[in-house]
């Protein structure tokens, strides 16, 4: 895949996009070695969606013998290239979604706040596990590095509440 660096690629020479439904569609290409290969390349590709469904959710595109994730494609032909330690965050965590609407540049950590819930929690909250030593509910949050206790509570809702106000107080825009 790309790395975070930022790319000087200019991908209006080969898409045509669609921010409204997040997607890339092949251009006519006419620098390819031969008139040949221009021809047999535009009548298979030109015109068509570009790209594939990764095994990770991935809209995924090759160009030569590198793969690129369509979002940041989508995200850099509107914007402008991508900075060094910025990532594309989908807003609404579906990583095939890739309109513009649903794209924002997000760091690491945001970007991560916005995924979904690990495969290791069990109480279906994120932030909020069972405390088997007072048998009540605890919430926690990660802010800045350290993990900050928010308290222990009779009912999975009182915590869940808990940890949605401090996810809107430490994380904003970027709460789950």
Known sequence: MASNKMTTM???KYFIPDYEAGTLTWRIRDD???????????????????????DRG???????????RAHRIIWEMA?????????????????????LSNLRLATGSENHRNGNIPSNNTSGVRG?????????????????GRTIYLGIFATIEDAAVCRQAAEAKY?????P
Not at 32 to 54: C, D, I, Q, V, Y
């Open 128 to 144: 909020v596990s069972y405390d088997n030593a007072t048998s009540k509910w605890r919430a926690d949050i990660r802010h800045g």
């Open 171 to 175: 994380h904003g825009d970027f709460a």
């Open 79 to 99: 914007n402008g290239p991508i900075l060094d330690g910025l990532q594309i965050d989908h807003i609404d965590r579906n990583r095939s979604n890739n309109r």
């Open 32 to 54: 390819m070695p031969t008139e040949m290969a221009g021809k047999t390349w535009n009548t298979r590709f030109s015109g068509k969606l570009a790209g594939w469904l990764s």
């Open 10 to 12: 200019n991908w209006h």
């Open 58 to 68: 991935y809209w995924t595109i090759g160009i030569g013998a590198r793969k690129y």
